[in-house]
């Protein structure tokens, strides 16, 4: 699937995770939910199954296509990197398993005057989740008013293909 995994930051979700996960949400029937850094759609086939209206965000394009081919109509694909995600303009939810070298830009994002973001469930690397749920959090004076952020699952190395150096916890975001 074009470059290595290693030179992407990609680390696929096992698919009893990431069931495990997506459960764990609370997103159903109706909702708009996006999966950002969809990979091969560990996250995207369970939220599919819940009834949610999902929208796909992956940058590797070998990756868009096969999203494409396997999925269909059943969820919109967007080829897009963090930097350049146009948010819903309607209240959303995000459950993701994004690379962690775009955890800071992604957040930043998310939680910006003006989102519409209702909830998000994000599998982080495991410090960047503890330091993101603190008072101190960056940016938390501006952001913490809206949303809250408190930390879930950890999600052991083992969870991964490949597995990532480190493990992961889940940083749970709730609009207050």
């Keep these: 699937m074009g470059a290595p995994r290693k030179a992407w930051g990609w680390h696929q979700l096992d698919?009893?995770?990431?069931e495990?996960?997506?459960g764990a949400s609370g997103v159903g029937r109706g909702d708009l939910v996006l999966d950002v850094g969809a990979g091969l759609g560990a996250l995207t086939r369970p939220l599919?199954?819940?009834g949610a209206r999902v929208i796909a965000v992956e940058r590797h394009p070998a990756r868009v296509e096969a999203l494409r081919r396997e999925l269909g109509d059943r969820v919109v694909v967007v080829r897009a990197d963090a930097a350049d995600l146009r948010l819903p303009r309607r209240p959303f939810h995000v459950v993701a398993n994004p690379p962690y070298g775009i955890t800071t830009e992604l957040l930043g994002r998310l939680l910006h005057r003006g989102s519409r973001l209702a909830t998000a469930h994000l599998v982080l690397q495991r410090d960047a989740a503890r330091r993101w749920s603190a008072p101190g959090a960056p940016g938390a004076g501006r952001w913490q008013q809206q949303w809250s952020a408190t930390l879930g699952q950890v999600v052991p190395r083992r969870a991964f293909t490949p597995p990532?150096?480190?493990d992961s916890q889940v940083l749970r975001i709730a609009l207050r």
């Design 15 to 18: 698919h009893t995770w990431a």
């Design 48 to 50: 599919v199954a819940t």
């Design 20 to 22: 495990r996960l997506v």
């Design 164 to 166: 990532p150096r480190v």
